[in-house]
C-alpha cells in the first residue's frame, strides 16, 4: 500500500487511548451494558458526535454497535464536519487506508471513486483537506473494534457546501453496488454552550441547561423527521450542530436507501458526562439511527 495515502493519527492518546488493548477495553466498556431495540427496523445509517470519547464515546459507540450488529456493513460512508477546511465541495480521501493503534482502516477506493463521478463535481478527492480534522478520525477505531473487516469511505461535508447534493451523490453511488453492504454516518455535535464558545450567553448552566436541551432538540426533531433540506438553515439560525452540511447528505442518502425515520440511541451533554452542574460551558452529544421500515424497503 502507498504510503502516500496512509492517514496518520493526530489525536491517538488524546482523544482516545493511544494502544490498541486499551481501546478495545473502552469499546467494550462503552457498549457492555446496551444492545440495540428489537423495535428498530433495518439500519442503513446514522449520527454520531466526535468529540474526545471521554465525552462523546457513550452515544457513539452505540451507534456504531447497532449498525455493526444489525446492518453489518461492508463498508461505512463516514461524512464529517469540516472545521479546517472551507471548500464548496465536498472532499473525500481517495484511496490507501486511514491508521489507528488498531491497524489500518482500508479505504473503499471504488465506493469513493462512484461518489466522486456521481457527485459530478459536487465531490472532490483529496487528502490533504483531511489533515488535522477529528470528525473523521475519532471514528475509525469503533469501527475497527466493532467491524474488524468493515473499508471506509471518509468525506468531508462543509457547512457551506451542497449537502443534499452530496447526499445525492452519496445514495446514488451506494444503490449503483447493490451487492456492497454500505451504512453512512454523519459526524456532527450539537450546540456549543457557553461564554467560551461565542454563542449564546444563558449564564451558567443550572438556568441555561433547559435551553440547551431544547436549542439541540431543534435538530434533532428535523434529523428524525429526515428533514435533510432544512438541516443547515436552522444550524445557521441557532447555531446547534457543527456538522450540518454532513448530516443533511447523510438524511439524503440514507433517504435514498429507503430510510423513513432517524431515532434517537441517546443524547447527552458533556456537562451531565463530566457531571459539572455548575460549569458555563457545555457541549451537546447525539448518537441516532436511520431506519428502513419493512414497509418502506426500496431495495
Not at 58 to 83: C, M, Q, W, Y
Not at 191 to 204: C, F, S
Amino acid at each position: 500500500m502507498n504510503e502516500r495515502h496512509i492517514r496518520t493519527p493526530y489525536l491517538a492518546g488524546q482523544w482516545y487511548e493511544g494502544e490498541s488493548a486499551a481501546l478495545d477495553r473502552t469499546v467494550r466498556r462503552l457498549t457492555s451494558d446496551w444492545a440495540p431495540s428489537d423495535d428498530l427496523g433495518e439500519l442503513v445509517g446514522g449520527v454520531v458526535p466526535h468529540a474526545g470519547w471521554v465525552y462523546s464515546g457513550g452515544p457513539a459507540a452505540k451507534v456504531f454497535l447497532a449498525l455493526s450488529e444489525r446492518a453489518r456493513p461492508d463498508t461505512f460512508v463516514i461524512l464529517g464536519a469540516a472545521h479546517r477546511y472551507y471548500e464548496r465541495t465536498a472532499a473525500a480521501y481517495p484511496s490507501g487506508a486511514w491508521r489507528s493503534p488498531l491497524g489500518d482502516a482500508v479505504v473503499d477506493e471504488e465506493l469513493v471513486g462512484a461518489m466522486a463521478e456521481c457527485g459530478e463535481g459536487t465531490i472532490s478527492l483529496s487528502t490533504q483537506a483531511h489533515a488535522g480534522e477529528n470528525s473523521i478520525e475519532v471514528q475509525i477505531p469503533f469501527i475497527q473494534s466493532l467491524r474488524p473487516d468493515a473499508m471506509i469511505a471518509p468525506v468531508l461535508v462543509p457547512s457551506i457546501a451542497d449537502g443534499v447534493r452530496v447526499g445525492e451523490a452519496v445514495g446514488k453511488a451506494i444503490l449503483s453496488m447493490p451487492d456492497k453492504r454500505a451504512v453512512v454516518v454523519a459526524s456532527t455535535d450539537l450546540t456549543h454552550y457557553g461564554m467560551g464558545y461565542g454563542g449564546a450567553d444563558h449564564g451558567p448552566l443550572p438556568g441555561a441547561a433547559p435551553w440547551l436541551r431544547e436549542n439541540d432538540h431543534r435538530i434533532i426533531r428535523l434529523i428524525e423527521a429526515m428533514r435533510a433540506e432544512d438541516i443547515v438553515p436552522e444550524a445557521n439560525a441557532h447555531a446547534n450542530a457543527c456538522g450540518p452540511g454532513a448530516a443533511a447528505a447523510a438524511i439524503v442518502a440514507a433517504r435514498m436507501m429507503g430510510a423513513s425515520c432517524a431515532s434517537v440511541l441517546e443524547y447527552t451533554t458533556s456537562a451531565e458526562v463530566m457531571k459539572e452542574r455548575f460549569t458555563d460551558r457545555a457541549v451537546g452529544y447525539v448518537g441516532m439511527v436511520f431506519e428502513r421500515k419493512q414497509d418502506s424497503a426500496k431495495r
